[in-house]
């Protein structure tokens, strides 16, 4: 089963999931103010699993809600022995606010979210800050879960989500770009501490554009088809011992 509070942190804009350069872009999920809808759909790794999710910004306030259903999850005994199947559900909305001066651009994010299991279920709610700057390079400075974002079960069970430092830089060499960074935070189920490294680049031919990188320890790939004022992407992760799991996307810039 997906452990609840993974869903805390879950992207579904491809480029983020692919490449980690989403937050630089001037898309609606890109920190800068803009005005637009983005909206994604991903297959995941089991069969079965679907994420789904949209963003509409305006003038820096932007809604965004997430949603996730596994594939079937099985039920067993000790033995082991198949007594049942099910689905695990979650869902997350978030209202975030940004501001801009000069080449910074600065806010946060509320979220509260919502995860079902049988007849379990379980809320709660965080607080993400960060900043950017956007000069000849690129940075960005984040802290998810600010203040230990914890979700509290029907049944009085507690999980919490730690804070979670993500710090990126990257350059714009023309038509290629190039990023890297990291993520680092405890883990709430075994007190361990995660670490992310990231390295990617972006390759833009106008209407066209793919990026890719090692994200999580595996390689992906994206591609972007621009038209106008908006877009579709796709994007791809390859695990080991896993196989291929897929994002998709459709974005609509207001102008």
Same mark, same amino acid.
């Given at each position: 089963m997906m452990f609840a509070?993974?869903?805390?942190?879950f992207v579904y804009d491809v480029r983020e999931f692919s490449s980690k350069t989403g937050v630089f872009y001037n898309t609606p999920f890109?920190?800068?103010?803009?005005?637009g809808f983005l909206f994604g759909l991903s297959s995941g790794i089991v069969p079965g699993d679907f994420? !789904? %999710? @949209? #963003?509409?910004s305006f003038r820096g306030v932007s809604l965004e809600a997430v949603a996730y259903r596994s594939g079937e999850?099985?039920?067993?005994?000790d033995q082991p022995e198949v007594i049942g199947r099910a689905n695990f559900l979650s869902g997350k909305l978030s209202l975030r606010m940004v501001w801009e001066r000069g080449n910074f651009a600065y806010g946060f994010k509320t979220n509260f979210f919502y995860a079902k299991?049988?007849?379990f279920?379980?809320? !709660? %709610? @965080? #607080?993400?800050?960060?900043?950017?700057?956007?000069?000849?390079?690129?940075?960005?400075?984040?802290?998810?879960?600010?203040?230990?974002?914890p979700v509290i079960w029907n049944t009085g069970r507690k999980e919490f989500a730690f804070p979670e430092v993500d710090f990126r830089l990257g350059k714009d060499l023309g038509i290629?770009?190039?990023?890297?960074?990291?993520?680092?935070?405890?883990?709430?189920r075994k007190f361990i501490f995660k670490r992310d490294l990231f390295l990617s680049s972006s390759l833009d031919f106008g209407s066209l554009s793919l990026f890719g990188g090692y994200v999580e320890g595996f390689p992906r790939l994206g591609l972007e088809l621009k038209r106008g004022n908006y877009g579709f992407l796709v994007g791809s992760s390859y695990h080991t011992d896993l196989g291929f799991s897929f994002r998709g996307g459709f974005y609509l810039e207001l102008r």
């Open positions: 509070l993974e869903f805390v942190n890109g920190i800068r103010k803009n005005n994420y !789904g %999710g @949209g #963003i509409f999850v099985l039920l067993t005994t299991f049988l007849n279920w379980g809320s !709660g %709610g @965080g #607080i993400d800050a960060f900043v950017g700057y956007f000069g000849e390079v690129l940075g960005y400075f984040g802290i998810k879960n600010i203040f230990t974002s290629p770009s190039i990023y890297f960074g990291f993520k680092y935070s405890p883990d709430g």
